[in-house]
């Protein structure tokens, strides 16, 4: 049991490990020229030279970052509820939500600059933007997957319809929730991210499209290097909110635990 706890604990790094083998050897075997490919050891370098700059900018990008994700998470839980509970909700904002994320959020970032300026508000409401609605979605659908049966008994016993959503509803839509949350944060990256690219002196939006125009490549992997760092890092925060919250839910399957996986 440790042994197979540790196994599954090491893959990542060992996984990562052999793809950075790789990317390097390739880059020095074909002898790629830095400015298209740096290898991950010149990229490491431009990590610990310039450090305290790059820092800076991510500090900056994940605070723009977690202040969509939280307005996401607030405005995505409601209107999962409101529509995984209402059939006539459902009916009328649905589609309408539909087609909302349907539009590219780059088109929709200088319409957000138009109204409030370059700065740090349209990089969290681009990040909001992108990432509410996974979580609509989900909670939505886990509203919908409530038994009939369950439901039926409960109506029986006196359980009133507020009461069935507050009692059983949402609490077996929390999986579903949760679930949403660990997209929601990777897309609230990328929407920060896209708005810093366009519309912000600051932020490692702006840090990669200032290093592409002087052609310092290097520079520019590494900035992708912090936001997916950050990304695994609000990723494995999430996880582990979830496991604490939802742990009733079963991970691993019955294929995975037969073959020790």
């Keep these: 049991m440790a042994h197979s706890k540790l196994k599954k604990q090491l893959m990542p790094w060992l996984v ?25 050891s010149l990229v490491s370098w431009i990590l610990v030279l310039k450090a305290p700059d790059i820092l800076w900018q991510a500090a900056y990008t994940l605070a723009t970052t977690v202040g969509g994700f939280v307005i996401a998470v607030a405005v995505g839980l409601t209107l999962g509820v409101l529509i995984g509970s209402s059939r006539l909700v459902y009916k009328g904002l649905y589609p309408v939500l539909i087609g909302f994320n349907s539009i590219p959020k780059v088109a929709v970032v200088p319409v957000l600059v138009i109204w409030f300026g370059v700065g740090a508000v349209p990089a969290v409401l681009s990040a909001f933007l992108v ?20 439901i039926d008994v409960l109506r029986s016993l006196g359980a009133r319809r507020l009461q ?14 949760f679930a949403s949350l660990k997209i929601a944060i990777t897309l609230a990256f990328v929407g920060a ?7 912000s002196n ?4 702006a840090l990669i499209v200032a290093a592409g125009a002087r ?8 900035g992708l290097v912090v936001i997916a760092a950050m990304g695994v890092a609000m ?3 999430c996880a582990r909110i979830e496991r604490r919250l939802t742990f009733w839910t079963v991970r691993d399957t019955a294929l995975a635990a037969s073959t020790g996986g």
Aim: with cysteine.
């Design 16 to 40: 990562g490990l052999a793809a950075l083998a790789v990317w390097e050897l390739a880059c020095r075997a074909a002898r790629i020229p830095d400015f298209i490919l740096p290898p991950p």
């Design 131 to 150: 990432s509410f609605f996974p979580i609509v979605v989900n909670v939505a659908t886990g509203l919908a997957t409530i038994q009939p049966e369950l």
């Design 164 to 177: 069935i959503l507050t009692k059983v509803g949402i609490p077996g839509s929390m999986p579903y929730f």
């Design 193 to 199: 991210v896209i708005a810093e690219t366009i519309a």
């Design 202 to 205: 600051r932020g490692v939006g």
């Design 215 to 222: 052609f310092e490549v290097p520079l520019v992997f590494a």
């Design 235 to 237: 990723y494995a925060v």
